[in-house]
């Protein structure tokens, strides 16, 4: 949605590099999730974070709320990091709801 | 194991036929949603279901309905379909609102001929 900024919208990475995705918000978001949809389509969870830094194998993730951003970090890529990243943040009074970023489409190249 | 299943994975219609897609949630999860995605775009939110018979509009609800009559199933229909409809729709599902992640079914692949 336009509340929601995904940068870069595209990406090659050679195996065993690294880079960020970012996403920017236009109005304060309560939480963000990352997800990454795989070749077969399937949206796989990757974090939820309602503040600060979480990390996970290779990956690592940062939501500033009063920045408005949340960045997703990967190193040491892999062929099966391959896919589309999505990022959906969680924003509202009372009873909340999600809006979705367009998605980085990540090639990873051995 | 938590899960959320949609059925069907695929479906063809012609257009003005009606269309209902299933949803459901073994995590007793209250909050559920229906979303499409388009080539290009991230998901958009057509349904928010916070509860049994408890159904809110989400950013593109036209052309759509719901029903929730158990906490763990959740429908979407299209009451005469449109060419504009085709598209993969995702369930997903939430333990509640304000801080809760949310769990996706794997999708169902519509064609609106």
């Known amino acids: 949605g336009d509340q929601v900024e995904q940068s870069p919208s595209a990406l090659s990475l050679h195996e065993g590099t690294g880079s960020a995705l970012r996403c920017n918000f236009t109005t304060t978001m309560r939480a963000v999730q990352w997800f990454q949809q795989n070749s077969r389509g399937s949206l796989i969870n990757l974090f939820y974070?309602?503040?600060?830094?979480k990390e996970n194998g290779r990956l690592k993730s940062t939501f500033n709320s009063k920045e408005s951003y949340s960045t997703l970090h990967i190193r040491d890529a892999q062929l099966e990091d391959s896919g589309t990243y999505f990022c959906a943040a969680e924003w509202g009074t009372g009873n909340y709801k999600y809006v979705f970023g367009a998605g980085t489409r990540l090639k990873v190249i051995a | 194991d938590m899960k959320v299943t949609q059925m069907p994975r695929y479906l063809i219609k012609r257009m003005g036929e009606n269309v209902l897609l299933e949803c459901g949630q073994d995590?007793?999860?209250?909050?559920m949603y229906w979303y499409r995605q388009d080539p290009g775009l991230g998901l958009q939110l057509i349904y928010i279901?916070?509860?049994?018979?408890?159904?809110s509009e989400g950013d593109i609800p036209k052309g759509y309905r719901v029903s929730r009559k158990k906490r763990e199933h959740f429908s979407l229909i299209l009451d005469s379909a449109k060419t504009n409809q085709t598209s993969v729709y995702f369930c997903a599902s939430s333990f509640g609102t304000g801080a809760y992640e949310q769990y996706f079914g794997p999708g169902t692949r519509l064609t609106v001929l």
């Open positions: 995590m007793s999860h209250e909050t």
């Open positions: 974070l309602a503040s600060g830094t």
């Open positions: 279901s916070y509860d049994v018979d408890s159904n």
